[in-house]
């Protein structure tokens, strides 16, 4: 009633809190109810009496001390009185918690695991670059010829292995939410002659042709992280040499103006290599997925780089995807988002870069 006391009590209810009929009928509600205190049980029935229902959950005592979790549906009769089902939630509750409880573990497991590859593969670097270092000074000492192509390897061994680490600490510090951006003034097109330059070696290597193209329109300098975006581009050129064995790689790049004063650099790297099958077109950009095992086995590689990529890509506020024909090639396409400090044109640039067979 609207005091709180019992005119009628069900077995369900008595078998729920271990009491007997009497012995409940005895009692009012603010006896069992564990959570609101009797101004507040006072309170909520007026609101009840006035509004005609109410749902909510609250706890209720066992005679033996324990607690209840229940889901309350009341509703008011007349005037004076209130009929209120209860539903023992207890064990929805209790699951909810290990539910909780479970994600915690496994939120903290998946933070010390991504903790320790950032450490690792941190404290790798330095000896592997005491290695690099030092084999490249004993290249630089008399050695007969078979020494030499030792060294050779051991310095190609070398650095792959320090690549992997590489990508393995970028990747553990996205993961980790650790990675920050650096905004510089740059100029995109030094950027991008600058990576073909360094890389044609490699694609003459293979007897491939590396070149790129900058739309006349794209300014002379825009602000963005300079080195994240050569990244990007080092990735996707390295993969088309790699999956490349005739023909060549070329880049382009263009800049359109986005909202609110941004703009972005749209840019594409087109290769006439092995290509990817249509289903496995989105995988790529998962971490550890190849396209085909088998193939990638003598190609090398960790499957980090793409999935590096479009991380990186959506923390300058681009997109990345590929358009491919097995057998034919593939096109690569990003955009990252930068901003123009100033305005002007620079001329078309464009450049072939190696051409050997
Ligand atoms: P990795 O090259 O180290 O294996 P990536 O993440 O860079 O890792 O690439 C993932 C996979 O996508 C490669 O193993 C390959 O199967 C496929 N792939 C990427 N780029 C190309 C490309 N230009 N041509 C054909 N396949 C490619």
Redesign the pocket.
Known sequence: DADGRFADVNPGYCRMVGYCREEVMSKCIADFEAVATMPQIQAQICRILESGHDRFETRHRHCEGHWIDLEITVTAVGQHHLVAFLRDISQRKAADLALRELSRAAEAANQAKSDFLANMSHELRTPMNGVIGLTDLLLETPLDADQREYLQLLQQSASSLLDIVN?MLDFSKIQAQKFGLETTEFSPAAVISGLVTEMSEQAARKGLALNFYIEPDTPPQVCGDAGRFRQILL??C???I???NKGGVSVRARFTAADRGAHELHVS?N?T????PLD?QQD??QAF????NS??RQ???????????AKLVSLMGGRIW?T?EPGE??T?YFTVRVTSPLAGKCPAQSLVIAQTE
């Open positions: 990508d990735n996707l390295d993969n088309g790699k999956f490349t790297v290769d290599g092995i290509g990817i496995k790529i950009f997925n190849q396209a085909d193939i990638t190609f090398g590689g960790t499957g980090l780089g793409l999935a590096i990529a590929v491919s090639g593939s690569f």
